[in-house]
């Protein structure tokens, strides 16, 4: 897969190479293409790198509410966001949430350029607008973050 990156708050600094690392090289080799429809494949697809990478399955947010982040690998909070561009704003929140209360230390998250969501369906979150809106909110949204883009 072609990848883009950008680093909120030094993102990948705060993040181990050896967490880093691999889930990058695996994400870059894969074969995936992007295509009408492809996003539940693709959440497939990067959710079996991430397993294979010892990461856990969905973190309960709070203990008392059904909110859940994608998984977490020790100190790392992870988003993988290919669904619809207002569900972005959750994940940003839910690591915020995590950083916070001092169960995170850094967080990943994953989505599809503004050019490959065109491409999968209509109305998808998107690295370009998820990477604008932590720049605007740099002093609301303090944790460091790892935003990794797939394009085409």
Known sequence: MNLTT??????????????????FDALK??????????ATPLRKVI??????????????IDK??????TSMKENVG???QTGNVGRFYADMLKLQTLYLNGKIEAGICILPTKQAANVMGD?????????????????IITIPIFVIGIDI
Not at 64 to 69: D, G, P
């Open 6 to 23: 950008y680093n909120h708050h030094f993102g990948s600094q705060a993040i181990k190479g050896e967490i880093l690392q691999p889930l």
């Open 29 to 38: 080799t894969a074969r995936f293409e992007i295509k009408k429809g492809c």
């Open 47 to 60: 959710e079996r790198f991430i397993q294979m990478q010892g990461w856990s399955g969905n973190i309960k």
């Open 64 to 69: 008392a509410k059904k909110i859940t982040l």
């Open 78 to 80: 992870f988003c993988l």
């Open 123 to 139: 109305n998808l979150a998107n690295f370009d607008r998820f990477v604008e809106e932590l720049y605007l909110y740099r002093k």
